[in-house]
C-alpha cells in the first residue's frame, strides 16, 4: 500500500472549467479573474483580494503594500513555513521571532511585547495548521503600538476565529493555494484586505507597475510579473464554490484519526477550542516529551518503510542554513524545537478511506512500540 501526505480534490467539474477557457483567447488578466477575486472576497469577509500566482507572492505583496523596507522589524513565528519570514527578506526587513503557544502552536501573544522596538512595523502572525492565532490579543498589541497586523492565513481558508472568517482578521491577509492546500489552482495565492489603496497597489504591483486605466507601457513603479492566469482562476473558482464540501470531507477523516487516536498516551492530538473552527489543512500529532528527535526521525521511517508518506512539520525557521547566517541558532526558540522535533504529519486530503487509515494508525502503534523497546 502506498498512502501520499496529500493530495488535491479534483472533479470533472475543475476539468471541465479549464478545459472551457483553454476554448477562448482569454488566457490572462480576464473574466475569470474578477469572478474568483470577487468570490474570494466575498467568502472571507473583505472588501478587496487580489490573486497571484503563489502564496509567497501574495506575502511579499503585503509586505510591499504595508510599506516595510530596510531595517524594519517584522515580530512573526519561527514555526511556520519558511515564506512567512522569507517575504520580510526579500525587502530587507528584519523578520523578529517570538516563540509560540505550548497548546495552539501559534505565536505567543505574550511574548510580543518585549520584542517590540521603535523599528517594529508589523506583526505577521500565522494561523497554523488551520488554527487560527489569537487574533483579539494581537489586535490590542497592535493598536498600543501602532503595528500593522499581517495574516497569513495560507493554511486557514474557511477557518474562523470567535465567528470571523480567516483571510479577515489582520489588516492584510493571504491565502496560498498550491496542491497541498485544502483547495488549489496548481500554483496560486491571494491578498485580502478591507484597504482600498493596500488592494489597488498589490494590484500594480503584481502587474509590472502598470495602473488601472493607464496604458500598458505605462510603468508607474518597480512591479513584478505575479498575475495567475486565465486556466488557475477557473479551477480556483470550482475549487472555491466546492470549499464547503472539501473542509467537511477533511473534518471527517481528522474525526475518524481523533477516534482511532485517542486512547494512546504517548500522543498529543491537535488541539480544539470552542472558539475556533479549525480548516484542517494537515493532521499533525505531537509525541510525548520524553520521546527525542531522534526517535521521532525512526517512526517517520518505520511508517515510510510500510508506504506511508509522512514528515516532522515544520522544521524550525530559525535553524534553516539561512537563518543560521543571520545569527539565529539552536536554543534561542525552546517551545518551537521541542514540539518540531516531535511532530508527525499524517497521510490527509478528502478522500482518504477509514481503510487506509485504520492501516496507517496500526503502523504508527507499532513503530512506537518498536521505538520504544530499542
Ligand atoms: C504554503 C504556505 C505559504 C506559501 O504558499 P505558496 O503558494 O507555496 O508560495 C506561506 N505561508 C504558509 C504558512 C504556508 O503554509
Same mark, same amino acid.
Given at each position: 500500500m502506498q498512502i501520499p501526505l496529500a493530495k488535491p480534490d479534483i472533479t470533472e467539474k475543475e476539468i471541465e472549467a479549464v478545459s472551457e477557457v483553454l476554448?477562448?483567447? #482569454?488566457?490572462?488578466?480576464g473574466p475569470k479573474l474578477n469572478e474568483f477575486e470577487k468570490r474570494l472576497a466575498e467568502y472571507g469577509g473583505v472588501k478587496y483580494a487580489v490573486v497571484v500566482n503563489s502564496g509567497t507572492s501574495a506575502l511579499h505583496l503585503a509586505i510591499r503594500a504595508l510599506n516595510i523596507g530596510e531595517g524594519d522589524e517584522v515580530i512573526t513565528t519561527?514555526?511556520?513555513?519558511?515564506a512567512s519570514a522569507n517575504c520580510i527578506l526579500f525587502e530587507k526587513g528584519r523578520p523578529v521571532f517570538v516563540d509560540i503557544d505550548p497548546l495552539t502552536w501559534n505565536i505567543d501573544p505574550n511574548l510580543i511585547e518585549a520584542k517590540i522596538t521603535e523599528r517594529t512595523k508589523a506583526i505577521l502572525a500565522v494561523d497554523l495548521f488551520g488554527y487560527p492565532a489569537d487574533w483579539d490579543r494581537l489586535r490590542e498589541i497592535a493598536k498600543k503600538y501602532n503595528l500593522k497586523l499581517i495574516e497569513d492565513a495560507a493554511e486557514a481558508i474557511g477557518a474562523e476565529y470567535k465567528g470571523k #472568517?480567516? @483571510?479577515?482578521? @489582520?489588516?492584510v491577509a493571504v491565502f496560498a493555494f498550491y496542491p497541498n492546500k485544502q483547495i488549489t489552482t496548481g500554483e496560486g495565492g491571494a491578498i485580502l484586505t478591507n484597504d482600498e489603496r493596500v488592494a489597488e497597489l498589490c494590484r500594480s504591483l503584481r502587474n509590472q507597475g502598470r495602473e488601472d486605466g493607464k496604458g500598458w507601457f505605462e510603468h508607474v513603479r518597480l512591479g513584478y510579473n505575479y498575475r495567475l492566469s486565465e486556466i488557475n482562476c477557473a479551477l480556483g473558482i470550482v475549487q472555491l464554490k466546492r470549499l464547503e464540501e472539501i473542509l467537511s470531507k477533511r473534518e471527517r477523516i481528522a474525526q475518524i484519526y481523533n477516534k482511532k487516536l485517542k &486512547?494512546?498516551? &504517548?500522543i498529543q492530538l491537535p488541539q480544539k477550542s470552542p472558539d475556533i473552527r479549525r480548516s484542517w489543512f494537515v493532521y499533525v500529532i505531537k509525541l510525548r516529551d520524553d520521546f527525542t528527535m531522534e526517535q521521532r526521525d525512526k517512526i517517520l521511517k518505520y511508517l515510510q518503510r510500510n508506504g506511508i508518506e509522512c514528515r516532522g512539520y515544520f522544521a524550525p525557521i530559525h535553524l534553516q542554513p539561512l537563518y543560521k547566517k543571520l545569527g539565529y541558532s539552536k536554543g534561542d526558540f525552546p517551545l518551537t524545537e521541542a514540539i518540531s522535533a516531535r511532530t508527525i504529519a499524517l497521510p490527509f486530503y478528502s478522500d482518504l478511506d477509514e481503510e487506509r487509515i485504520d492501516y496507517i494508525c496500526r503502523c504508527l502503534i507499532k513503530g512506537l512500540k518498536e521505538v520504544a523497546q530499542s
Open positions: 476554448h477562448t483567447p #482569454k488566457l490572462s488578466l519561527p514555526f511556520s513555513f519558511i #472568517k480567516a @483571510g479577515s482578521l @489582520g489588516d &486512547e494512546i498516551e &504517548e
